[in-house]
């Protein structure tokens, strides 16, 4: 029985890691839509017509954007010069996301443990160590949550995280950490910044506890080149040319959309509860273990923005929930005794049962949901079907009136709107532009002032459903032109009083 253990684990594990591979690879081909897929689609149809100064993404304004990082402005680069689609462009990107994320956690698990089951055990652990009850965000790569994200910047950011981990525990040790090394680990930490920010904040929280947690400890000559490595990541981060990294510590406004990140925590994260006790245990073999130095420095933060309301710290959350996820893997392989290892493994392998059923709906992504067992189908969530049905008439560029929901997907198509989907700070009229669009569909505003909206932000096209409000669909100034899901109508402004002046 004792020399059975290890290879059914170690057969466990990397058959687990191939299902759920070959899952995501199956989403990537049907690329499901939620959340922010329309932001990241615009963001790549704005740099492909105009790659050096490609405006708002989402409204027609000349403003900068945080969107344009330097992953963006390659998957740009690479629709301007292909001529591929632009969700083509985002299933390059998901796969290029995934590659790195898998590939990062290969080499940041080794080197902790040189068990050959370990990285596959711990990719196991990052997508399905959750909660019982289901979660998604980007920057969170729970399976069902990384199957809505996968093209997302925040996957490519997260990937290159753990490369960036891997690399400067490597270099602490002097394993090739001259100059070079260092340079390039300072310009990758600011690559990882510009392109999700968020994620950025918890590759810095684990690029520290690297360093506080290296044995030995650095040398003087090390340490010197460590900090001069973070003097090009610096400067690049000030000379970003399409926004102002820096000036983001300036806006507000994000507290109440974050403000869920500190609710439901055992629901949502409880099953990573298995990942803090096997930190218990690494913090007993040392204090300054580098997974439970990366543990306590994001739950600071965590905490930090829970008690000052500054809620939008929740997104450092990754930084609390990945050094669990990833040390529950690894005492498997690292627990002393084999009673204890067994005992642990059992519990483990409990917790991930659960948390693989909590997100069996992601089968549905890939799977008709009429093929599902009834259990499975009940928690699949079908993706927004999107706008493709009014490409035909609307034409890039074009401003299109519509509300909040339909405002996060129309720009994936070229088009712009008269208020952004999303918070837009580096956008000084924002609040106007939402005031209009909340007047323009508001029960009683007058017909003249609806009309001198349309006319004041140039707006070619209205969408809107039975009951949205607006303009009456047979008002002179509007002409039906199609039909979309559920009634939805798109409507061509055509009325010479709300022809744009």
């Given at each position: 029985?004792?020399?059975?253990t290890?290879?059914?684990?170690?057969?466990?594990?990397?058959?687990?890691?191939?299902?759920l591979?070959?899952?995501?690879?199956?989403?990537?081909v049907?690329?499901?839509?939620?959340?922010?897929l329309?932001?990241?689609?615009?963001?790549?149809?704005?740099?492909r017509?105009h790659l050096?100064?490609?405006?708002?993404?989402?409204v027609?304004?000349d403003?900068?954007?945080?969107?344009?990082?330097?992953?963006?402005?390659?998957?740009?680069?690479l629709?301007?010069?292909?001529?591929?689609?632009?969700?083509v462009?985002?299933?390059?990107?998901?796969?290029?996301?995934l590659?790195?994320?898998?590939?990062?956690?290969?080499?940041?698990?080794?080197?902790?443990?040189?068990?050959?089951?370990?990285p596959?055990?711990?990719?196991?652990?990052?997508?399905?160590?959750?909660?019982?009850?289901?979660?998604?965000?980007s920057g969170?790569?729970?399976?069902?949550?990384l199957?809505?994200?996968i093209?997302?910047?925040s996957t490519?950011a997260?990937?290159?995280?753990?490369?960036?981990?891997?690399?400067?525990?490597?270099?602490?040790r002097?394993?090739g950490?001259?100059?070079?090394?260092?340079?390039?680990?300072?310009?990758?930490w600011?690559?990882i910044?510009?392109?999700?920010?968020?994620?950025?904040?918890?590759?810095?929280c684990?690029?520290?506890?690297m360093?506080?947690?290296?044995?030995?400890?650095?040398?003087?000559?090390?340490?010197v080149r460590?900090?001069?490595?973070?003097?090009?990541?610096?400067?690049?981060?000030?000379?970003?040319?399409?926004?102002?990294?820096?000036?983001?510590?300036?806006?507000?406004?994000?507290?109440?959309i974050?403000?869920?990140?500190y609710?439901?925590?055992?629901?949502?994260?409880?099953?990573?509860?298995?990942g803090?006790g096997?930190?218990?245990?690494r913090l007993?073999?040392?204090?300054?273990?580098?997974?439970?130095?990366f543990?306590?420095?994001?739950a600071?933060?965590?905490?930090?923005?829970?008690l000052?309301g500054?809620?939008?710290?929740?997104?450092?959350?990754?930084?609390v929930?990945i050094?669990?996820?990833l040390?529950?893997?690894?005492?498997?392989?690292e627990?002393g005794r084999t009673?204890?290892?067994?005992?642990?493994?059992?519990?483990?392998?409990?917790?991930?049962l659960?948390?693989?059923?909590?997100?069996?709906?992601?089968l549905?992504y890939v799977?008709?949901?009429d093929?599902?067992?009834?259990?499975?189908?009940?928690?699949?969530?079908?993706?927004?079907?999107g706008?493709?049905?009014?490409?035909?008439?609307?034409?890039?560029?074009?401003?299109v009136?519509?509300k909040?929901?339909?405002s996060?997907?129309?720009?994936?198509?070229?088009p712009y709107?008269?208020?952004?989907?999303?918070?837009?700070?580096f956008?000084?009229d924002?609040?106007?532009?939402?005031?209009a669009?909340r007047?323009?569909?508001?029960?009683?505003?007058?017909?003249?002032?609806?009309l001198?909206?349309?006319?004041?932000?140039?707006?070619?096209?209205?969408?809107?459903?039975?009951?949205d409000?607006?303009?009456?669909?047979?008002?002179?100034?509007?002409r039906?032109?199609a039909?979309?899901?559920?009634?939805?109508?798109?409507?061509?402004?055509?009325g010479g009083?709300?022809?744009?002046?």
């Amino acid at each position: 029985m004792r020399v059975a253990t290890k290879p059914v684990i170690r057969g466990a594990a990397r058959g687990a890691a191939a299902l759920l591979l070959v899952l995501l690879l199956l989403v990537i081909v049907r690329l499901p839509w939620a959340g922010d897929l329309g932001i990241h689609a615009a963001t790549i149809e704005r740099l492909r017509h105009h790659l050096a100064d490609p405006g708002n993404p989402l409204v027609d304004a000349d403003t900068p954007s945080p969107y344009y990082s330097p992953w963006m402005l390659l998957l740009g680069c690479l629709a301007k010069a292909t001529g591929l689609g632009t969700f083509v462009v985002l299933r390059v990107a998901a796969l290029v996301g995934l590659s790195l994320l898998v590939t990062g956690v290969v080499h940041f698990v080794r080197t902790f443990c040189a068990r050959r089951a370990a990285p596959a055990l711990a990719f196991v652990c990052l997508v399905l160590l959750w909660g019982p009850a289901l979660f998604n965000w980007s920057g969170f790569p729970g399976l069902n949550s990384l199957a809505l994200t996968i093209s997302y910047p925040s996957t490519f950011a997260l990937g290159l995280s753990f490369h960036f981990w891997a690399l400067l525990r490597k270099a602490l040790r002097g394993a090739g950490g001259g100059w070079p090394v260092f340079l390039g680990l300072g310009l990758l930490w600011a690559v990882i910044l510009l392109s999700h920010q968020f994620t950025g904040v918890v590759a810095s929280c684990g690029g520290l506890a690297m360093v506080l947690g290296a044995r030995p400890w650095p040398s003087r000559a090390v340490l010197v080149r460590l900090v001069g490595g973070v003097t090009p990541g610096v400067v690049l981060l000030a000379l970003w040319p399409y926004y102002s990294f820096f000036g983001l510590f300036g806006v507000g406004g994000l507290e109440q959309i974050h403000r869920s990140l500190y609710r439901d925590l055992l629901p949502h994260f409880g099953l990573a509860l298995v990942g803090v006790g096997a930190l218990v245990l690494r913090l007993r073999r040392d204090r300054r273990d580098p997974l439970v130095l990366f543990f306590l420095l994001g739950a600071t933060v965590f905490a930090a923005g829970g008690l000052t309301g500054h809620y939008s710290w929740g997104r450092v959350l990754p930084a609390v929930l990945i050094p669990a996820q990833l040390a529950a893997a690894l005492e498997v392989f690292e627990a002393g005794r084999t009673g204890v290892r067994r005992v642990f493994a059992g519990l483990l392998g409990v917790a991930l049962l659960v948390g693989a059923w909590t997100q069996a709906g992601t089968l549905g992504y890939v799977v008709p949901r009429d093929a599902l067992p009834a259990g499975v189908a009940a928690k699949y969530r079908p993706p927004w079907p999107g706008y493709h049905w009014l490409t035909e008439d609307v034409k890039y560029g074009d401003v299109v009136m519509a509300k909040t929901f339909p405002s996060r997907q129309i720009p994936a198509y070229g088009p712009y709107t008269v208020a952004p989907g999303y918070p837009d700070f580096f956008l000084p009229d924002q609040e106007e532009r939402a005031t209009a669009t909340r007047d323009y569909y508001a029960p009683g505003t007058p017909r003249s002032e609806r009309l001198d909206i349309l006319r004041r932000y140039g707006v070619r096209w209205v969408v809107a459903y039975p009951g949205d409000g607006g303009l009456r669909p047979d008002d002179a100034a509007l002409r039906r032109v199609a039909t979309g899901p559920r009634g939805q109508g798109l409507f061509e402004v055509v009325g010479g009083e709300a022809i744009p002046g």
